[in-house]
């Protein structure tokens, strides 16, 4: 039976948020201040899941997606929604996420930093070939959607993509870059990823002698801030990324390969953490409770954590907030048009007060 439905909000994940008669619907591909027709596909006691049959009054946000694929893949989510008004949802969503989340009741938000490019910026894209056929996953699905050229790759990679077509290849994923790279975890947007090395470098405290650069992978961060140290290690599983960190190591430069969560502990009890800076930038799962449980052991002077998962960090937060002070949380668009976002976070050693 067909819905009316007005979407008030976005929520992290995408999808646009209405409600009728006591219930959540959760509608995907529209825009606060949208008015829709919808088609229910899943209807639970307290929330349902809807698609979009007709836009009756669209918002002044809304746009039309470039791409002849949006809607079908499951790629990008943000399309047809203006490009400025993106990063304003994703700034709601992260502090939405922290405070619900992590139970944090004042975050001091700074303002989104946006892409200097809203297409054309990714390095790098993860495709599937399947039976021939070389694609993305579609949305919701993982039946398959032939792709010739996604808008949001730099055009060097859809190059390489339009190279690739035309080989044949055994079915699995393929990283297709552009240059050198894919083979470890590696920044997916250049442009975003120098603001956010100049939003650690502007955070950085002065008088710390070590640095240790958790999930260091290559070395993107530690290498920036050699001389600002006495010494600086990283830690990393990846034995390939520490291999290429290590080739154009300083004198005061280490790399060790293994787990953070049995390293760090180790590295921390061997220096003096009043003295200590700790990046942190773990996958999507966010930090392992004995990371967490380290950091809260040991109590290194300053953290500075880098998210792509704001669910995770607001439960990392959760952890961290009675012994670390959250000085500022800035979110940073390095994924436009999807429905991903990074943020970054400045945190200190609380003060202990004297009884």
């Given at each position: ?132 056929v070389t694609g993305f996953f579609a949305h919701e699905s993982h039946n398959m959607v032939e792709i010739k050229e996604c808008r949001i790759a730099g055009k060097a990679v859809n190059e390489s993509l339009a190279r690739f077509r035309k080989r044949s290849v055994p079915d ?184």
């Amino acid at each position: 039976m067909p819905l009316s439905l007005t979407i008030h909000d976005v929520a992290f994940g995408g999808k646009g948020v209405a409600r009728h008669e006591g219930k959540v619907y959760f509608v995907p591909f529209t825009v606060p201040g949208d008015e829709v027709m919808v088609h229910v596909t899943r209807d639970k006691k307290k929330f349902a899941e809807a698609f979009v049959t007709e836009v009756i009054s669209p918002a002044p946000e809304r746009t039309a997606p470039p791409c002849p694929y949006f809607g079908r893949c499951g790629g990008c989510a943000y399309q047809h929604i203006e490009y400025s008004h993106q990063v304003t949802l994703k700034h709601r969503q992260v502090e939405q996420t922290l405070k619900r989340v992590g139970r944090l009741e004042n975050v001091p938000m700074c303002d989104a930093i946006p892409s200097p490019q809203p297409y054309e910026y990714r390095n790098r894209i993860r495709v599937h070939v399947l039976n021939g056929v070389t694609g993305f996953f579609a949305h919701e699905s993982h039946n398959m959607v032939e792709i010739k050229e996604c808008r949001i790759a730099g055009k060097a990679v859809n190059e390489s993509l339009a190279r690739f077509r035309k080989r044949s290849v055994p079915d699995g994923d393929y990283v297709i870059s552009a240059g050198d790279r894919g083979r470890f975890f590696e920044q997916t947007n250049d442009g975003v990823a120098e603001a956010l090395l100049a939003l650690v470098g502007s955070s950085m405290p002065e008088g710390r002698s070590l640095l240790i650069d958790a999930y260091c992978g290559a070395g993107f961060f530690a290498k920036q801030f050699t001389k600002r140290f006495t010494q600086v290690i990283g830690i990393e599983q990846n034995e390939l990324a520490v291999g290429h960190a290590r080739k154009a190591s300083a004198s005061n430069e280490r790399y060790l390969a293994g787990d953070v969560a049995v390293m760090l502990g180790e590295v921390l009890a061997a220096n003096d953490p009043a003295s200590t800076v700790v990046i942190l930038d773990p996958p999507a799962a966010g930090l392992e409770p004995r990371v967490t449980d380290i950091l809260l052991a040991t109590s290194p002077a300053d953290i500075l954590y880098i998210s792509c998962n704001p669910a995770t960090l607001a439960r990392d937060l959760s952890l961290l907030k009675g012994r670390y002070e959250i000085e500022s949380v800035t979110p940073l668009d390095m994924f436009p048009q999807t429905a991903e976002i990074e943020v970054f976070v400045k945190m200190k050693l609380r003060e202990v007060v004297a009884a």
